[in-house]
T-cell receptor, first 110, second 114 residues
Framework: TQLLEQSPQFLSIQEGENLTVYCNSS?????LQWYRQEPGEGPVLLVT?????EVKKLKRLTFQFGDARKDSSLHITAAQPGDTGLYLC??????????FGKGITLSVRP | GAVVSQHPSRVICKSGTSVKIECRSL??????MFWYRQFPKKSLMLMAT?????????EQGVEKDKFLINHASLTLSTLTVTSAHPEDSSFYIC??????????FGSGTQLSVL
C-alpha cells in the first residue's frame, strides 16, 4: 500500500494554463514536502508545509496543506515550459527518512 | 545551504563488474547520508542510511552484500554496486540533511549495465 498517493500521474498542458495536482494519504503527518526533479538531476526542495490549512506561495506555485494534515495540493498559475518536471511529495518518518509519493510528471508545451 | 556532489553522473559497465559511486558533502559535515534508487519516471526508493563510522542501515529487500556502503568520513559516503547485472541499471541518488532540517540531494548517477 502506497503511503502517499499522487494524482494525476501524468499531465500535459499548454503554456499559460493553470493546473492543480494532489498528494493524498490516510495518515496524518507533522509536515509534508514538495520537490521538483528534472531528468538526470536530483530532486530540489520547493516547500515544506507544517500547519494544517497552511498556504505557501512560491512565485506562481501555491502549496496548501490540508486542515487534517493528511493531504496537500500544488497549484501552478500560468504554467511555463520551465515548470516541466517530476513533482514529488514526501513525508519524513523515523530517523529523518523520507518516503516519497510516486510523483506527477508534468509537461508544459510552448 | 549544503551542497552535495555526486560522482560519476553517468557510468556504463559490463555485467559482472563493480561500480563505485561517491557522494560528497562540500560544505557540511554529514554524520548521516541516504542512498536512493529511482527507475525511469518512478519515485525514489530509499535503499539505505549511511552512518559515519558505523555500518549502514539497509531497507527491507535491499541486499547489503550487493550494495556496499562506506561512510568513512563526515564528508564522503560511497555506494559500490558489486557484480552488477542489467537489472541493477537505475538512477542512484544520495542525500544528506542539514541540521536535520532541509534535505539536499546529489545530482544522481545513471548506471547502465550491459
Amino acid at each position: 500500500t502506497q503511503l502517499l498517493e499522487q494524482s494525476p500521474q501524468f499531465l500535459s498542458i499548454q503554456e499559460g494554463e493553470n493546473l492543480t495536482v494532489y498528494c493524498n494519504s490516510s495518515s496524518v503527518f507533522s509536515s509534508l514536502q514538495w520537490y521538483r526533479q528534472e531528468p538526470g538531476e536530483g530532486p530540489v526542495l520547493l516547500v515544506t508545509v507544517v500547519t494544517g490549512g497552511e498556504v505557501k506561495k512560491l512565485k506562481r506555485l501555491t502549496f496548501q496543506f490540508g486542515d487534517a494534515r493528511k493531504d496537500s495540493s500544488l497549484h501552478i498559475t500560468a504554467a511555463q515550459p520551465g515548470d516541466t518536471g517530476l513533482y514529488l511529495c514526501a513525508v519524513s518518518g523515523a530517523n529523518s527518512k523520507l518516503t516519497f509519493g510516486k510523483g506527477i510528471t508534468l509537461s508544459v508545451r510552448p | 545551504g549544503a551542497v552535495v556532489s555526486q560522482h560519476p553522473s553517468r557510468v556504463i559497465c559490463k555485467s559482472g563488474t563493480s561500480v563505485k559511486i561517491e557522494c560528497r558533502s562540500l560544505d557540511f559535515q554529514a554524520t548521516t547520508m541516504f542512498w536512493y534508487r529511482q527507475f525511469p519516471k518512478k519515485s525514489l526508493m530509499l535503499m539505505a542510511t549511511s552512518n559515519e563510522g558505523s555500518k549502514a542501515t539497509y531497507e527491507q529487500g535491499v541486499e547489503k552484500d550487493k550494495f556496499l556502503i562506506n561512510h568513512a568520513s563526515l564528508t564522503l559516503s560511497t555506494l559500490t554496486v558489486t557484480s552488477a547485472h542489467p537489472e541493477d541499471s537505475s538512477f542512484y541518488i544520495c542525500s544528506l540533511h542539514e541540521n536535520n532540517e532541509k534535505l539536499f540531494f546529489g545530482s544522481g548517477t545513471q548506471l547502465s549495465v550491459l
